[in-house]
C-alpha cells in the first residue's frame, strides 16, 4: 500500500525568527497532526542544520531539502549535496519542482541524475512533474506528462523507483489559487500509476506514493486525497500556517 504522506514546500519564505516560530506552532500541534500520515517541512537551505537540532527528539516531523545538487561535493559554489544534507539526516528532497524547471533550467537528464544521487545516498526523492496551462488547453497534457515521468525515472530499477514520490502538480495551479479539480488530478495520478505498473510491475505500482501539489488547502485536501490514486499532499502556501497544514493532515 502507498504510504500517505504530507510535506510542506516553504519555498524562499520566512526570515530565521519566523521560520522557527512556525516549527514550535507545528511542534505544539503535535497531538492535532494525523499520526497515519508522513509528514515533512522542506525549509529553506540555511535552516536545516537548526532544525535537524530542533526536531532531533520529534522524529513525527520529518526535513525535506527544497533542491541539492547530484555531485557527492566538489568545487561547486552554491551547491547543496546529499552527502550533506544525509549528515543532517534530512530524508525527503524535492526534485524537479517547476519553479526550478522554469527559472533555473533544469531538464530530464539533471533530474534523473540528481534523483538517482538521492537514492543512492538514502534520501526520498519528491520527483515534481507537471503541465503548463497551454500544454493542458493543447490537450497533450497526458502525454506530456508522462514523457516527464519517463525521461527522468525509467532508467531506475523497480527497487530504486518505488523508494520515489511522484508529486503531481499542474503548473497552472501552483499558487495561482485555482486548483485542479479531484478528477482532474486523479485522471493523471492514475495515469502515472498504470504507466510505472506497466513498466515496473504490480507490486511497485501499488506501493509508489503519489502525491498532488498546486493550491491544495483545507477547504479543498479532503476531496482530493479521497481520490483513489492520490496519497497525499506537496504543499506550499498552506504549509506556512501551522493550523492549516494540520487541518490539511486529517483530510485523509
Ligand atoms: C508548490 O509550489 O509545490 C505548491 C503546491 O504551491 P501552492 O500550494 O502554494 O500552490
Not at 531538464?107 to 534520501?123: R, V
Not at 497533450?140 to 525521461?151: A, G, L, S
Not at 503531481?168 to 488530478?185: C, D, L, M, R
Not at 511497485?204 to 490514486?229: H, M, R, T, W
Amino acid at each position: 500500500m502507498s504510504k500517505q504522506i504530507l510535506a510542506g514546500n516553504w519555498k524562499m519564505n520566512l526570515d530565521y525568527a519566523e521560520a522557527k516560530k512556525l516549527v514550535q506552532d507545528l511542534l505544539k500541534l503535535k497531538d492535532k497532526f494525523n499520526k497515519d500520515a508522513e509528514v515533512v517541512i522542506c525549509p529553506s537551505p540555511v535552516y536545516i542544520a537548526v532544525f535537524a537540532e530542533i526536531l532531533a527528539k520529534e522524529k513525527w516531523i520529518k526535513l525535506g531539502a527544497q533542491n541539492c545538487y547530484f555531485a557527492d561535493n566538489g568545487a561547486y559554489t552554491g551547491e547543496v549535496s546529499p552527502v550533506q544534507l544525509k549528515s543532517l539526516e534530512v530524508d525527503y528532497c524535492i526534485v524537479g519542482h517547476s519553479e526550478r524547471r522554469d527559472f533555473f533550467n533544469e531538464d530530464y537528464a539533471l533530474l534523473a541524475k540528481k534523483t538517482k544521487a538521492l537514492l543512492n545516498h538514502g534520501i526520498t526523492p519528491i520527483f515534481c512533474c507537471g503541465e503548463q496551462l497551454q500544454v493542458r488547453e493543447s490537450n497533450v497534457y497526458r502525454e506530456f506528462v508522462m514523457k516527464q515521468i519517463e525521461e527522468a525515472l525509467f532508467s531506475l530499477s523497480a527497487e530504486e523507483i518505488s523508494k520515489v514520490v511522484i508529486a503531481y502538480e499542474p503548473v497552472w495551479a501552483i499558487g495561482t489559487g485555482k486548483t485542479a479539480t479531484a478528477e482532474q488530478a486523479q485522471e493523471i495520478h492514475a495515469l502515472i500509476r498504470a504507466r510505472v505498473t506497466a513498466k515496473f510491475g504490480e507490486k511497485v505500482g501499488k506501493e509508489i506514493s503519489i502525491i498532488y501539489g498546486g493550491s491544495c488547502k483545507p477547504e479543498n485536501a479532503k476531496e482530493l486525497f479521497a481520490q483513489n490514486d492520490i496519497n497525499g499532499g506537496l504543499i506550499g502556501g498552506a504549509s506556512l500556517v501551522a493550523k492549516d497544514f494540520c487541518e490539511i493532515s486529517n483530510s485523509f
